[in-house]
């Protein structure tokens, strides 16, 4: 079978319940991150599950989101079947998330290993993806440990949760989790060699992740288990869902397990956390200016256009990122993308529903 | 009679042919500047306009224009006598206009003075204004000179002409006129208290100014004349017309002619050249920012957003000038308007006729 190594059932759990806020105004509460072609010509949720295929059956892969993103979820991705999109009733951050997968998916497979995934992240070479996958579910089902994937930092990010490593090889052990560092902090780590980034994915087997959860956060199980032994009936699971605390499963469960493992990346990543990041992957002119659509810039450097409908014109316009919605404008400074998350928070304050 | 100082009839002509390229993309070839209400709620067009009643009757107020902004120029304008609606088949500056002027209403009034404004200035202190004017009527009169209103520079502005007057009093003599100085002569300038800006507003005699382009630019006056003798056919004034120099009134007449005057204004004037000069008309917020239209402004300071239907986020912005139109956007540096020009000229050679 494609989708094992060796005997290991492996499933994929595509966590897609992000909002994006700060890719507004091209990202929306109905047209969130993984919605979108932030990179390439697909959305970035159909490029997550497009990845996973052949290694995993379509069977084999879960794409867990709100249920107000559920048609548009299974319109985009008409090959999974439709009991696969699993539905929050609201999002409460990524531990409710993956224990409300574990419990409706585990009795299918009582011996699979979880390969936790994002739905609006950036991979590339796949290979070595699955290489890596296939590493981390072995090692995961030889030693019960939670293996996390730790991306070797390209630059100082104060934005990430970093990995202390320790032990040599290709499967590393945890000396700690470290907080989103300040900056001289962040550079330290990019010297070391033993600080990575937590990208937030993980390979654990279902039985492992349950005996985890328990012993960490029961209080995250226990509703669900309880929901789940009375019929997992759709219209009860908002009430259970309410009872579960908001907690990433990083803070509920890696940084408490004893049994954690890493395993650096070989694959290239990305968060596309901000319109700078997605600049990135832009080839720029002479000038420096990217443009998508249709723009005139004159006597303007490091721009990044992404237009709409509209023609644009710009002069003397440094280190500006421009995007054209039908209905909104963003300009920002290259350096001041995090405003973009204060604009919308005014415009939520404003009651501008219809921008958001 | 209202229009009259003592005996003497004074007649507006008002020149309303400008294209206004640097107010892309709020102007555009059939919506020019003097059709848009760049300062205050009336366009330009009808301000100056209406800024001349009660001093002037409606028929003694003719503005000139080109035959493609006719339509527009009468339906902005009905209280104007159709006829006083002069057209000139292109524009070819500001010495053709003029003399078609001249050739087509001094039968009417033969011992008229003119008065010379353009359609797209901003002007205030109407009392002043019409005081200044009936000055320069009488000096007109009874001197027979060519009275030219001038400015006192409020900084040192490298973009206008400038007059080195002579003399004290009310009415000044012309040293010399001056081309747009560079920055360390505009400076000097500023200094003298002799030196003016040259706005293009003049007032002379019909007859005067008759004798005065006989004189020093026949070739401007005499295809006129020949098509006015034979019936001034509007069929025929493309022919007579496209044989004029397109020459500037300042360097066909006012710079060749000995017998000049100044008058300094004592109203308040603005050519309203550009956008920058559109934002001083609009008192800031705490942070140096004008906002028209609906802006969610994050982080920036000294920016002016001429908004449209859209909500504009901005982040991390500083001196810019944002202009949205349903077609197209323009960001500007406060600093580098010029380049608006250099805009249009790139969509001219885009074939962009749409956008122009």
Redesign the interface.
């Known amino acids: 079978m494609l989708d094992t190594v060796g005997d290991i059932e492996k499933v994929a759990v595509v966590m897609a319940g992000g909002r994006g806020t700060r890719f507004?105004?091209r990202s929306r509460a109905h047209r969130p991150k993984q919605f979108l072609a932030m990179v390439g010509d697909a959305t970035l949720l159909n490029q997550t599950v497009a990845r996973l295929s052949p290694q995993f059956a379509p069977g084999n892969i879960y794409v867990v989101t709100t249920e107000d993103l559920a048609a548009e979820t299974r319109r985009l991705l008409p090959g999974l079947p439709a009991e696969n999109v699993i539905l929050e009733p609201e999002g409460r951050n990524t531990a409710p998330c993956l224990a409300l997968a574990l419990a409706l998916i585990e009795r299918q497979h009582p011996h699979g290993v979880m390969v936790v995934l994002s739905a609006d992240h950036w991979i590339t070479d796949n290979l070595a993806f699955h290489s890596d996958i296939d590493l981390a579910s072995r090692h995961a089902c030889g030693t019960h440990e939670l293996v996390t994937f730790g991306i070797r930092p390209a630059y100082p990010e104060t934005g990430y949760g970093y990995i202390e490593t320790e032990g040599q090889g290709s499967v590393l052990g945890v000396k700690a989790f470290r907080e989103k560092p300040p900056l001289p902090t962040a550079l330290e780590y990019l010297q070391t060699g033993r600080h990575y980034w937590n990208a937030g994915m993980f390979v654990w087997t279902l039985a492992d992740m349950r005996r985890e959860l328990q012993a960490h956060c029961p209080e995250v199980l226990e509703p669900l288990d309880a929901w789940v032994a009375a019929g997992a009936n759709p219209a009860a699971i908002a009430a259970a869902y309410a009872q579960l605390p908001k907690l990433s499963i990083d803070y509920a469960l890696l940084e408490k397990s004893k049994n954690v493992a890493v395993v650096p990346a070989s694959f290239g990543w990305s968060d596309v956390g901000s319109w700078p990041a997605v600049v990135e992957f832009h080839e720029p002119d002479a000038e420096g200016n990217v443009v998508r659509g249709e723009a005139?810039l004159?006597?303007s450097s490091n721009c990044a256009i992404f237009g709409g409908?509209?023609?644009?014109?710009?002069?003397?316009?440094k280190d500006?990122i421009?995007v054209?919605e039908?209905?909104?404008?963003?300009?920002?400074?290259r350096?001041?993308?995090?405003?973009?998350k204060?604009?919308v928070e005014?415009?939520q304050k404003?009651g501008?529903k219809d921008?958001l």
Chains 1, 2 share one sequence.
């Open positions: 507004w105004p005139v004159v006597d409908r509209r023609m644009i014109g710009g002069s003397g316009l500006l421009v054209d039908e209905d909104a404008l963003l300009i920002c400074h350096d001041k993308a995090q405003g973009v204060d604009i005014r415009l404003m501008r921008l």
